[in-house]
């Protein structure tokens, strides 16, 4: 009589088998799931492997630049020496802050504006001027968001109500 069959034969319980199902055997054997080899996955070429901005982790020893540091652009901090920019007072960009040119609006601002367009107004208008208008509230909305982008930036603390108030009158207009 074999051992098993002894033990099963005196009313003692073995334990069940341990070993995982015959498909997931093959992963036993091996560390990964991957097709490729570990040392295959690390040559492929790429001079950059490894660094990273996020961790910064920078250059390795033998590892150039295509530019050399000294000849890189030294800052001005002296603001006496900095040269102005010279800025088109026309350029399509101001057309995402308000008149004053400001980073955001003041609630006066905001909340100072005409009367909203009647459906009788907006039905009596072409379709050039309808396109027109509806870019002026693309424009608007933009400014808006842009001045909510702002504001949360520099922690203002103010003009948020004003601000929802005017996106919610431009944006009445907008979808008639």
């Known amino acids: 009589m074999s051992v098993p069959t002894r033990l099963l034969s005196q009313g003692s319980h073995i334990r069940q ?29 790429n001079p950059n492997r490894g660094v990273s901005a996020l961790r910064r982790t920078g250059l390795r020893r033998r590892q150039t630049l295509s530019v050399r540091v000294e000849d890189l652009p030294k800052p001005v901090l002296d603001s006496k020496q900095r040269s102005l920019v010279d800025v088109d007072p026309n350029h399509g960009l101001w057309g ?9 609006a003041t609630p006066e601002y905001d909340s100072n504006h005409g009367r909203a367009w009647t459906v009788v107004e907006l039905r009596a208008k072409d379709f050039e001027d309808l396109h027109k208008l509806w870019w002026v509230c693309v424009r608007e909305r933009n400014r808006i968001s842009t001045e909510r982008h702002e504001r949360k930036k520099a922690d203002a603390g103010y003009g948020d109500f ?3 108030e005017r996106e919610i009158a431009v944006g009445l207009v907008c979808r008639h």
């Open 162 to 164: 004003e601000s929802e």
């Open 96 to 104: 995402f802050f308000n008149r004053d040119r400001y980073p955001f």
């Open 17 to 45: 088998s341990t070993l995982p199902p015959p498909f997931l055997l093959p992963s036993l054997f091996t560390s990964s799931f991957s097709t490729t080899s570990p040392a295959a996955a690390r040559r492929d070429g």
